[in-house]
């Protein structure tokens, strides 16, 4: 029996859109801060978050004790 790691999965599932946040995140401060716009691309990104979140609760293994979304 051979067992054996994928971590190109992670990479890609879990550290690649991560940091694809992140970056939107940091570039969301340069838009102006009395523009609309501002507003409704860091709530878009906040949505974001929350789906990835509930994407990596789905892909990681089933504990014990249940994950709070919040």
């Known amino acids: 029996v051979v067992i054996r790691r994928r971590p ?5 599932s879990l550290l690649l859109p ?5 970056v939107m995140d ?10 609309g716009e501002r507003v409704s ?3 878009t990104l906040l949505l974001g978050y929350s789906v990835f979140l509930i994407i ?11 994950t709070p979304l919040i």
């Open 8 to 12: 190109l999965f992670y990479v890609v």
């Open 18 to 22: 991560s940091i694809f946040l992140m």
């Open 26 to 35: 940091i570039v969301g401060f340069y838009l102006p801060p009395n523009s």
């Open 41 to 43: 691309f860091k709530i």
């Open 56 to 66: 990596v609760s789905d892909t990681l293994p089933a504990t014990a004790i249940g």
